[in-house]
T-cell receptor
Framework: KNEVEQSPQNLTAQEGEFITINCSYS?????LHWLQQHPGGGIVSLFMLSSGKKKHGRLIATINIQEKHSSLHITASHPRDSAVYICAVNSGGGADGLTFGKGTHLIIQP | DGGITQSPKYLFRKEGQNVTLSCEQNLNHDAMYWYRQDPGQGLRLIYYSQIVNDFQKGDIAEGYSVSREKKESFPLTVTSAQKNPTAFYLC?????????????FGEGSWLTVV
C-alpha cells in the first residue's frame, strides 16, 4: 500500500508570502491529486498531475516521478487561501487506487 | 448546476440507531465513493460503486451498508454495528477521460452519535 506523507502538517504565514506544501509517496503512481478542504468540510480538486507542472492562477503544482515527490506552491498568499490542502495518489491498486495524505493545515494571516 | 449533493449537512443520532446519509449527483458519472474523515487522519474509503446495481467494500466497510439502485444516488447507512460512527462523511464521484481521473467531492455530512 502506498504511503503518502505531507509536510508541513501545519503552516502559518503572513499575507503575501510564497507558500510551499510538500507530498512524498512510497510506490510508483499513475497520477497525483491536490485537493483543498475549507472549514465546513467541502473538498475541491485543485490539480491532477502525472508529470511536470501545472498552474492555475496563483497556484502551481509540480511533480517529480523519479523522486516520488510533489509540491504545491501558492504565490502572493491571501487569507482566503487558508484551508487544509490534501495530497492523494492513484497507485492503481484497490477500488479507485486513491491513497490520501493527512493534509496540511494552512493559515494565512492578514 | 452540476454537482454532488449530500444531506443532511449535520446529523445527531442516539447510539444504537441506524442513520442514512444521502448522496445525489447530476454529473452523469458512473463511479461513486463514500469516505470517512477523522481528525488528523487521511480520508478512508468505506464503499464504492463503479456502476449501477454494483458496489464493493472499501478499507473500512464494517458497520456500514450502501445501495446503488440509480446512477444518480448512492446512499450510505451507518448501522448500529459501527463502533465509532461519529465522523465527517464525504461522497465523491470520478470522471475518467483522456486526461485521466478527476475526483469530485460533495460538501460532506457531519454525523455525531451521542
Amino acid at each position: 500500500k502506498n504511503e503518502v506523507e505531507q509536510s508541513p502538517q501545519n503552516l502559518t504565514a503572513q499575507e503575501g508570502e510564497f507558500i510551499t506544501i510538500n507530498c512524498s509517496y512510497s510506490v510508483g503512481i499513475s497520477a497525483l491529486h491536490w485537493l483543498q478542504q475549507h472549514p465546513g468540510g467541502g473538498i475541491v480538486s485543485l490539480f491532477m498531475l502525472s508529470s511536470g507542472k501545472k498552474k492555475h492562477g496563483r497556484l502551481i503544482a509540480t511533480i517529480n516521478i523519479q523522486e516520488k515527490h510533489s509540491s504545491l506552491h501558492i504565490t502572493a498568499s491571501h487569507p482566503r487561501d487558508s484551508a487544509v490542502y490534501i495530497c492523494a495518489v492513484n497507485s492503481g491498486g484497490g477500488a479507485d487506487g486513491l491513497t490520501f495524505g493527512k493534509g496540511t493545515h494552512l493559515i494565512i494571516q492578514p | 448546476d452540476g454537482g454532488i449533493t449530500q444531506s443532511p449537512k449535520y446529523l445527531f443520532r442516539k447510539e444504537g440507531q441506524n442513520v442514512t446519509l444521502s448522496c445525489e449527483q447530476n454529473l452523469n458519472h458512473d463511479a461513486m465513493y463514500w469516505y470517512r474523515q477523522d481528525p488528523g487522519q487521511g480520508l478512508r474509503l468505506i464503499y464504492y460503486s463503479q456502476i449501477v446495481n454494483d458496489f464493493q467494500k472499501g478499507d473500512i466497510a464494517e458497520g456500514y451498508s450502501v445501495s446503488r439502485e440509480k446512477k444518480e444516488s448512492f446512499p450510505l447507512t451507518v448501522t448500529s454495528a459501527q463502533k465509532n460512527p461519529t465522523a465527517f462523511y464525504l461522497c465523491a464521484t470520478k470522471r475518467t477521460d483522456s486526461s485521466g481521473n478527476t475526483i469530485y467531492f460533495g460538501e460532506g455530512s457531519w454525523l455525531t452519535v451521542v
